[in-house]
């Protein structure tokens, strides 16, 4: 898998953009990485330094049309912790 396979996609919320201030930043994840794959995507694509990577599998909501009834997918959530000294994300600059 590339960097850019690992990391789907940054994940927008109050409480993620929150995290910014401490440097601390969510993405959604390929289900099958594991932190050292995701640390080194990140450091890759963003020139940073990472200090701490915590995963999290997010379980599917129930969800139903009429008679029929289902849920949405599983995924894997990412919080990635940055060093002190390593400079900020600037995707999440200006939200």
Known sequence: MTAYDIIIAPIVSEHSIGLTSEKKYTFRVHPRANKYQIKD????????????????????KPKRQGKHEGTTRNWKKAIVSLSPESKEIEFFEGI
């Open 41 to 60: 995507a990140v450091e890759e694509i963003f020139n940073v330094k990472v200090s701490a990577v915590n995963t999290m599998n997010v379980k599917g």
